[in-house]
Every structure is written in C-alpha cells, then in structure tokens.
C-alpha cells in the first residue's frame, strides 16, 4: 500500500472524508457578544462536495468538535456521514468504516492538525491542507495548494475526479445545461 502512486491512490476514492476547522473553514472561531459562534465556510468547497456527491461519490465529516453550525452546513451538503466530537478521531473512523464495510482504500480524509494523523495514516488518500501542521503534512500523500477554508476541499474533489475520469463529464455537463 505505501508503494502505490497519487494516481493508484486516487482511483480507488470512493468515499471523502473531512475536518472541519482549518479544513472546511480556515480555523477560525469567531464568539460574538451573544454567545453565539461563527464559523465561515468556502462556497467553492461546498460547491465541490456537491460536484462529489453528484458524481456518485460519498462523503462525511469526522471532527472534534461539535457545533449547530457544522450540522447545518452538513444538512445543506447532503453529507452521508457526520461525526462531531470524535476525541479519537482513529476509533471512530475504524468504527465508521466497519459500519459501511468500506476499506481504509475506498477513503480520501483531509485534514490537519495533530488529531487527524492517526487517521491520515490509515487511509486510502491521505490529504493535509497547505497550512496544516508540519506532521499533517509529513503523513500526507498530498498536499493542497489552498490553504483550509480557502478552496482546499475543492482542490481535493477535483484532483480525485479528474484522475478518476470523471471531472470533465462533470464540467461538460454544467456547460451543455447553460447552452454553451
């Protein structure tokens, strides 16, 4: 498994699974004088889950922290799995992975900081985005060019996809539909 390429990697994605902080937004936490928590998310991140989901692919969120927020985003993503509160991120991703009978192969997971290596270690395609930490990026197979929050998870979808075969279909599809 450690021998095998990008490209071997990301041919065999079925499933993307996600952090939240510092990967779906750029990490900040913003608190507001009500009590309240802010979170801002990447629309072209969403916008490629959506091109994933579109193209048969499942995906998830695997995070430490919980948050109305996140469930929302993830309710708004159509996600097919939301983890929130995983203290050991590893034990509920092997859980989640028996669950679905999925391989760790089958698993694109993008993350980091510290509590995403144990799972970067054990998955198909191992991804930390370009301001993770330096062991995030040290376990990872890729890197993204974006930093968390900032288009990283679409870089992600596009790369797999487009390895995969699948990307320009999608592409075509959008421009057949606006009647170019």
Do not use: N
């Amino acid at each position: 498994m450690a021998d095998r390429t990008l490209e071997q990697r990301c041919a065999a994605i079925k499933v993307l699974l996600v952090d939240v902080d510092g990967v779906l937004t750029d990490g900040s936490i913003i608190y507001s004088d009500h009590e309240t928590e802010l979170k801002a998310f990447h629309v072209r991140d969403g916008s490629g889950l959506k091109l994933w989901a579109r193209a048969g692919r499942k995906m998830g969120i695997l995070t430490g922290r919980s948050s109305s927020l996140v469930a929302r985003r993830a309710a708004e993503l159509d996600m097919d799995v939301v983890i929130q509160g995983a203290v050991d991120k590893l034990t509920e991703y092997r859980r989640l992975l028996a669950e679905r009978q999925w391989t760790p192969d089958d698993v694109c997971y993008v993350g980091d900081d510290l509590p995403d290596v144990p799972v970067l270690r054990q998955c198909g395609l191992a991804v930390a985005v370009a301001d993770g930490c330096g062991e995030a990026r040290a376990a990872a197979h890729y890197v993204t060019q974006h930093p968390g929050g900032r288009g990283a998870v679409r870089e992600v979808v596009e790369l797999v996809l487009r390895v995969q075969g699948v990307w320009r279909g999608i592409v075509d599809s959008y421009l057949q539909s606006a009647g170019t």
